[in-house]
């Protein structure tokens, strides 16, 4: 399977943004599907995951309270729906499909996409 990310964009400080990432070439079912970032001279960091079933969720603490991670089975479609963005969230923001590990809801990516870039002004 082949994440394909959307919605990313250039916005001010205290905006929203919601991101898309669609199965292409095959299907999410049974993936756990999680988001990922990676600013400028910094390490990518796990953002947000679902697991296959939809009803685990884990969440970054620096996005805690104002990201939302949705999982749409019927279109093959992860949403991460950002709010009150602040400029530290400007990175490069990435969908996989993989698996959490064990009883965790941090997530490891087995298929990558290519990535849709966000940068908030301030």
């Known amino acids: 399977v082949q994440p394909v990310e959307s919605g990313g964009g250039l916005v001010q400080a205290g905006d929203s943004l919601r991101l898309s990432c669609k199965a292409s070439?095959?299907?999410?079912?049974?993936?756990?599907v999680g988001w990922f970032r990676q600013a400028p001279r910094k390490e990518r960091e796990y953002v947000a995951g679902?697991?296959?079933?939809?009803?685990?969720?884990g969440y970054a603490d620096s996005v805690k309270g104002r990201f939302t991670i949705s999982r749409d089975d019927a279109n093959d479609t992860v949403y991460l729906q950002m709010n009150n963005l602040e400029s530290e969230d400007t990175a490069v923001y990435s969908c996989?499909?993989?698996?959490?590990?064990?009883?965790?809801?941090?997530?490891?990516?087995?298929?990558w996409g290519q990535g849709t870039q966000v940068t908030v002004s301030s």
């Open positions: 996989a499909a993989g698996a959490f590990r064990g009883r965790s809801t941090t997530m490891d990516g087995y298929f």
């Open positions: 070439g095959g299907t999410f079912s049974g993936y756990a």
């Open positions: 679902v697991n296959w079933s939809g009803d685990s969720i």
